[in-house]
Each structure stands twice: as structure tokens, then as C-alpha cells.
């Protein structure tokens, strides 16, 4: 199977947010991120040999552990998600082309050679990479670490035919990005690029922010992807989440709370999760990029609470919800967004009311056999 094989229908399912990471083998999806490299045309623009990128995309892959979450799915899933935005947002004439291959490959590279223990973890152990990097974002100082070692071996560097001011650029920019993935640092960094948007100018450097902005995005979006993607997803990252709490319960460390077996549900991790990390990101983007709200990205969660109370909602209070909300019509599509263990979610379609344009998800008790 080669990127030579790979269909035009297969090229362009993988310029959109619904491409299903679940349907391909790794060995597939080395070969899809081949077909992005060359698709965004680094091959011609940066002199990268074909031979090299299987290489490197062998390494980055041979890099990532055999974990329930940060492995090279996780990796495939950004990679993809990073490649799809930068399609739907036309960044490849808004952006130059070093950018792109900063962004790409800040997402192919974010978490290599993840332990699955996050960095509070790290640091409360006091392991080996905390100590190197003196807890300091040690794992994604760490993944940027291992990238660049990948890419110092002749074999794999696609960097190896750049002028010495372009490698600077790019690792400059790969530093910066992966290093903007430690989620400590969320507030600090979409603060930063609100008090940008105004005047938002895709020549000046502030273009810089947008380009973490959007490996950050890619990096928590599988919310944004269609259920059946999305839901797979939560499963491997609370086996991961309940498997750090359990190393921690066992070796007398702070247990972190939202890792918590005993505290966390589904609904209860998403609702926040979507509320205050998810949908702030994607807010701002679609202030940048009008054309997001048209995509089947984004969607946004009632103004009211859809935490475990969704539990207790019943078809009555489905009605009473919809017709509570002022000012805006709504048409209930039977589009099923998410699944919690009580509630199936319906999106309520985009309604233009004032210039305002929202979409709506909407959770309805049902019984889910
Ligand atoms: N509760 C949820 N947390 C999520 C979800 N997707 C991502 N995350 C958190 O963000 C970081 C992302 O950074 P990474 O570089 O480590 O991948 C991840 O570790 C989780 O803590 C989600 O859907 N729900
Ligand atoms: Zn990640």
C-alpha cells in the first residue's frame, strides 16, 4: 500500500474533521500521513525525499508507546485534525509554507515517547524527566526533545535540503508549539491570542499565536469529531486518566482528582472538559474563521447545564429547554452528537436570528439498550 494507491476519495475524506481514524491499520496511516506531506506539496517546496519521510514517519511512529490514549492513533488523529483545518480554513494562502510544516509536524510530533502519567504526575514522583527538565512542562519539552532527535539522524531528516535560516524558523516554531501543548498553560495562551483578535493580521508575527492555537485545537478535538469517533476516544483516555490515579493511590501521591475512578464519570469529565477548555478554543477560532461554523466541527452546548443532570431530564424538560431560550428558532435534527450512559444528544441546527448563528447541542433522556 502505497501513497501512490491511495484514492482522490480517500485524499479528500482526509481534508475533513469526519474522517474516522478507527477504519485504518497503522501501517495505513503511515502511509495517509505520506499523502499529507505530499498533498500540502512539502515534497517540491522543501526538496524532501520521498525515502526520508518514510523513514521519519517510521521513527515518530516507532516512538510512540503502546498506551490506552498518547500513542500513535492519538498522534495519526492531531496530525489529521491539523491537516483538515488547515484545508477548511484556506491557511495554505494565508500562511507560507514553513508554517504549515511547523504545524503539521508540531502534530505529528506533540507527545512522542508519552508515558502515559501526566505532568503532575512527573513532577510529584520526581521522575527522571522532571528532574531533567526541573518541572518545567517536562513532557512536552521532552516529545520536542525525542522529535529532534529523530530528525538529527541522516536518514530521517526532512530538514536536511533547508537553508540553516530555515531549520532555525522551523525548529524555532516546533519548539514553540509542542511546548504550547502542555494544557497548564491553556488560559495564558488563548488570554494571548483574544486580545489579538481584533485586529488580527496573518503577516505580522502574530500569526505565530494562531499557529499554537491551532496544535492546541487539533490536540483536544475529539470532542468535535462525529460520535462514533469521539466515544472510543473517551474510553482510552479514562483508562489512561483512572490508570495514572491508580499508580498514584498505590504509591501514596496526590491523586488528581479529575483521574479519579471513584469521582469521574463520562458526562461529568466531558461537560467540563467542553465547556471551559473546548469550546472557549474554538470560539475564538471561528471569530477568525467565520467558514468553522459551517463545518461540521463545531457545535455549541446549551446554556445551561448538561452535567449529571442530563440524567434526570426527561422528554417534557427536552421541550421546556428548547422554548426557554429567547430569540432563537431551533430545528432538532436527528443528528445524534454524543452518547453518555443515559442521554443520547440531538444537535439542534444552526439558527440565524440578529446575525447571530448558533448550533446547539441538545441532550435528551433515552434509553440506550
Ligand atoms: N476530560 C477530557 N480531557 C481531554 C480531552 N481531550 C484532551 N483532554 C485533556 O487535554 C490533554 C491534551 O494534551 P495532550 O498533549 O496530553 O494530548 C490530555 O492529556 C487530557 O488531559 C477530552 O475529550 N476530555
Ligand atoms: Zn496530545
Known amino acids: 500500500f502505497s501513497s501512490l494507491q491511495v484514492t482522490e476519495e480517500v485524499r479528500e475524506h482526509l481534508k475533513t474533521p469526519t474522517f474516522d481514524n478507527w477504519q485504518w491499520e497503522e ?21 524532501i525525499e520521498p525515502e526520508a519521510l518514510q523513514n521519519f514517519l517510521f ?45 503539521l509536524t508540531s502534530a505529528l510530533c506533540h507527545d ?35 522529535a529532534f532527535g529523530i530528525l538529527a539522524k541522516p536518514e530521517c531528516n526532512i530538514l536536511k535540503n533547508l537553508s540553516n535560516e530555515q531549520y532555525k ?6 519548539i514553540k508549539c509542542i511546548l504550547a501543548t502542555d494544557m497548564s498553560r491553556h488560559n495564558e495562551i488563548l488570554n494571548k491570542f483574544k486580545a489579538m483578535q481584533p485586529v488580527f493580521n496573518f503577516t505580522n508575527k502574530e500569526h505565530k499565536e494562531l499557529m499554537k492555537i491551532m496544535v492546541k485545537v487539533s490536540d483536544i478535538s475529539n470532542e468535535a469529531r462525529p460520535m462514533e469517533v469521539a466515544e472510543p476516544w473517551l474510553d482510552c483516555l479514562l483508562q489512561e486518566f483512572f490508570n495514572q490515579s491508580d499508580t498514584e493511590k498505590l504509591k501514596g ?18 461537560t467540563s472538559f467542553i465547556r471551559f477548555v473546548l469550546l472557549p ?30 440524567r434526570h431530564r426527561s422528554e417534557a424538560s427536552f421541550v421546556a429547554t428548547l422554548s426557554s431560550i429567547q430569540g432563537f428558532y431551533f430545528t432538532v435534527t436527528e443528528t445524534k452528537v454524543r452518547v453518555c450512559d443515559f442521554c443520547i444528544g440531538y444537535q439542534i441546527k444552526k439558527t440565524k ?7 446547539l447541542v441538545l441532550f435528551r433522556r433515552e434509553q440506550i439498550k
Not at 505530499?38 to 517546496?45: K, P, Q, S, V
Not at 524558523?169 to 516546533?174: D, E, N, V
Not at 478554543?281 to 443532570?309: R, V
Open 27 to 47: 501501517a495505513e496511516m503511515l502511509v495517509l500521513l505520506q499523502v499529507m506531506y505530499t498533498d500540502l506539496d512539502f515534497l517540491t517546496a522543501f526538496q
Open 59 to 103: 521513527e515518530v511512529y516507532c516512538h510512540y508507546n503502546n498506551i490506552p490514549f498518547h500513542n500513535f492513533q492519538h498522534c495519526f488523529c492531531v496530525t489529521q485534525m491539523m491537516y483538515g483545518l488547515i484545508w477548511l480554513t484556506d491557511l495554505r494562502n494565508k500562511l507560507s509554507r514553513v508554517d504549515l510544516l511547523i504545524m
Open 112 to 146: 512522542l515517547d508519552h508515558p502515559g502519567y501526566n505532568n503532575v504526575y512527573q513532577i510529584n514522583a520526581q521522575t527522571d524527566l522532571a528532574l531533567r527538565y526541573n518541572d518545567i512542562s517536562p513532557l512536552e519539552n521532552h516529545h520536542c526533545a525525542v
Open 169 to 174: 524558523l522551523i525548529r524555532g516554531g516546533m
Open 253 to 270: 501521591l496526590p491523586v488528581t482528582p479529575f483521574m479519579d475512578r471513584d469521582k469521574v464519570s463520562k458526562p461529568s469529565s466531558q
Open 281 to 310: 478554543l474554538f470560539t475564538e477560532l471561528t471569530k477568525l474563521f467565520p467558514c468553522l461554523e459551517d463545518s461540521d466541527l463545531f457545535y455549541e452546548s446549551l446554556p445551561i447545564d448538561i452535567s449529571e443532570k442530563c
Open 353 to 359: 436570528q440578529n446575525k447571530q448563528s448558533f448550533t
